[in-house]
């Protein structure tokens, strides 16, 4: 019997972390504004999320000191599109902060939260519905990720180390789908326990919890360095 089973229906909102500051991307100020195709990178990222079916909400976590999103993104908010200035220190903290939001809003321990980066601007709503799919009937969610391709080194001092052993891994990306009321204590959990967690899997994981790997295309990057910026621009022209 699921720990989740109140007969009610569960909801899914998508929540992205978007109070970053973009500092290995080289970019003048926070990356997630810097103009591509046209338009500010979160743009095409929400774009992304706004066409894909089943979700009950959007909410956005700004950093409170951003000065840009309502000038550069005034159309956004409106009835199942939010946004909150309670982003923190650290993505794990921006994420926590925005679970608490959707709980002030009405979300329930049983409602799915996907965990999506601002910075993904390249994601297609196909995707993310693949990962709702498998994660419907699951007891822990998962996350979309990519098998590894290339070999994998460990560096000392600009030097190979040692040639890392790259089978069964995977890279993994966002969105990232679990239970409010298992991701809430999860990230609780990682914080006590002083756990610097790069991604919510991996506080799902500290739990003793194997969450499901979604397979996904090598498009869904994460812009991070400068290079990145050219490349997204090229794919999102590319796709008209
Ligand atoms: N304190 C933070 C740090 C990151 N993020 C968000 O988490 C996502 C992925 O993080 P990353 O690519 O590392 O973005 P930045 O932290 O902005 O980049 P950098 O680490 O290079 O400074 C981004 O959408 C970013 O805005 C956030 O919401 N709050
Ligand atoms: C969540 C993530 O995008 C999964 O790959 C990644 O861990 C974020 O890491 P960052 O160092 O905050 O960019």
Known sequence: MSNYATGLQPRCYALVPAAGVGARSGAAGPKQYVSLAGRPMMAHTL??????????????????????????????????????????????????????????????????????????????????????????????????????????????????????????????????????????????HAESAGAAVTDEASAIEALGHRPLLVASSLENFKVTWPADFALAERLLRSRG
């Open 47 to 188: 774009a992304a999320l706004r066409r894909v079916p089943g979700l009950a909400a959007t909410l956005v976590v700004l950093s409170p000191e951003d000065d840009q999103f309502e000038s550069l993104l005034p159309e956004f908010e409106g009835e199942t599109a939010w946004v909150a200035r309670c982003g923190g220190a650290t993505r794990a903290d921006t994420v926590a902060a925005g679970l608490r939001e959707l709980q002030a809003r009405g979300a329930q321990p049983h409602d799915w939260v996907l965990v999506h980066d601002a910075a993904r601007c390249l994601l297609q709503p196909a995707w993310v519905e693949q990962l709702m799919a498998a994660c419907a009937g699951d007891e822990v969610g998962g996350l979309l990720a990519l098998p590894l391709a290339d070999t994998l080194k460990a560096e000392q001092g600009g030097r190979v180390a040692a040639t890392v052993d790259r089978q069964g891994k995977w890279a993994a990306q966002t969105p990232q789908m679990f239970r409010l009321g298992l991701l809430q204590p999860a990230l609780a």
